[in-house]
Structures are given as structure tokens and as C-alpha cells.
């Protein structure tokens, strides 16, 4: 925090994101976590749409390539977390309010039109990994608008011998302090980041390049489709097509 309230303002864009990316790496090594990605191909300016597992996720990407996310607008409130949020290239979504998604796609427009990258969480909510959910259309707005690429982008965690892990999920009842347990009590864990090929935004519809996005990234991990589509019938509320911030666990990463 010190860091960024007293050299943040006197560098350049390119050494606060190396700043963050060194972060996010001490963080992992920290706690025994090795990253494989292989993310230089992802062209500048992508919107990056992942899979969410846990509160590390965003640290694993910000490891490999820093990039801004976007959180629930409440997060901005939160003492400290906030203000290190908002410094950090944090876009915040008042969920709910169409008038204000407006506001933040504008936002997000300008970071792609400027090549930097964004990653949102499109499932709108953490699992264990084992499956996706389906993946909110309205997300992926921004990248419409401007014509820049969708990067899906595969995020799983595994042991040394390749075998999927549960050790980092954060999701359903799983409290903060039990998935550090679980975390510190795998003696090595691989957290991997894997790029499907990025889709052209000029000739589909968000709701098309949601189906798109998902189905590649379940692909790619070897999981089934989802069996609830935003804005299906079938769906929970929670999970309906909406202008919503991605996600809760994601403003929880932020604290951590």
C-alpha cells in the first residue's frame, strides 16, 4: 500500500503492472503454489474470460499477465482494500443497476481501446472446478462494443502429477481460513493457465460468444457443458442473464 500511495503516482502503466505481477507471484511462491501459463500469445487489449475456482485466481492471472478485473461496486467502500483497489486498475459494477453497467462498460471500452487487458469471471460465482456454470452474455458487452478480441482462457489447479486438486476452491460453504488450511496442507500445487483461441467480436452476438467462450474453456478442461444457460427457465435466479458484477468471491480475493 505504501508503494502504491508514494511511487504509483510518479511511474508509468508498464512498471505498475510489473509491480503487481511481482506481487502476485511472491504470493504464490509463498504458499508453495508453481504457475504454468503460456499467455504470450493473448492479443493486447483482449477481454479475458476465465473459469473461477478460488480467491487465488486473480493472483495467478495478475502472475502471468497483469491485467484489471472487475468487482462489485461495495468493494470500493471497504476500508483500505477499497482504496488499494481502485489504484490497482479495479473497474467497479453497482450490480443491479443497468444505468450504472452503462457507466463501467464505458470504462472498460477505454482500458481495451488503450490496449490493456480486463478479466472478468463471467460464471458469476465460484465452484470446485469439477463443472462450469453458464456464463452471464451481458459481461461480455465491452468487447462488443469496441470490436476487440475474447480470450477464453482455461484456469485449473493440479497436483505435481497432473491430477486435479480440490486444495484451493473457494465456493459453496467453504470459509476463507478453511481454504488457506487446505491450501498450506498440499505440499506443492500447479495452478495452470491455458488460452483457448481468442474470438472475433464483429459478426456475434454477446449471447453467441458466451456459448462460444464457455464451451472452449470446457473443452479444454475436459468438463461437461453447462446445464444451466443464463437466462433459461431452469436457471436460479443468481444465474439469470443480468448486468451484474461478476462475482462475490472476487471482491473476497481482493481482501485477501
Known amino acids: 500500500m505504501a508503494t502504491v500511495a508514494v511511487v504509483y503516482p510518479f511511474i508509468r ?23 504454468d501459463a ?48 481502485a489504484k490497482t486498475d479495479t473497474v467497479f459494477l453497482r450490480r443491479g443497476s443497468r444505468g450504472h453497467a452503462k457507466i463501467v462498460n464505458a470504462e472498460i471500452d477505454a482500458l481495451l481501446m488503450a490496449g490493456k487487458d480486463v478479466a472478468i469471471f463471467p460464471e458469476g460465482t465460484t465452484t470446485d472446478g469439477t463443472h462450469l456454470l453458464g456464463f452471464h452474455a451481458a ?27 480440490l486444495a484451493a476452491a473457494y465456493a459453496g460453504e467453504t470459509t476463507m481460513g478453511e481454504c488457506i488450511a487446505a491450501i498450506l496442507a498440499t505440499r506443492r500445487m500447479v495452478v495452470r493457465l491455458r488460452p483457448t483461441p481468442g474470438l472475433a467480436t464483429n459478426a456475434c452476438s454477446r449471447r453467441e460468444l458466451a456459448h462460444a467462450a464457455h464451451d472452449a474453456i470446457a473443452f479444454s478442461l475436459g468438463l461437461p457443458r453447462a446445464s444451466n444457460r443464463p437466462g433459461t427457465p431452469a436457471d436460479p435466479p443468481a444465474a439469470r442473464l443480468s448486468d451484474d458484477a461478476p462475482t462475490d468471491s472476487l471482491s473476497q480475493a481482493q481482501a485477501a
Open 13 to 35: 502503466d508498464g512498471r505498475r503492472l510489473w509491480l503487481k505481477q511481482r506481487w502476485s507471484r511472491q504470493l504464490l511462491d509463498i504458499l508453495g503454489i508453481r504457475i
Open 38 to 85: 503460456t499467455l504470450a500469445s493473448i492479443e493486447p487489449g483482449s477481454l479475458i474470460v476465465a473459469n473461477h475456482i478460488s480467491w487465488l485466481d486473480i493472483f495467478a492471472i495478475n502472475a502471468a499477465r497483469p491485467v484489471a478485473f472487475v468487482s462489485k461496486s461495495e468493494v470500493r467502500d471497504w476500508p483500505l482494500i477499497g482504496w488499494l483497489s
Open 139 to 165: 459481461l461480455l458487452q465491452p468487447a462488443v462494443e469496441t470490436g476487440r478480441p475474447i480470450q477464453p482462457l482455461a484456469l485449473s489447479y493440479e497436483t505435481q502429477n497432473g491430477q486435479r486438486t
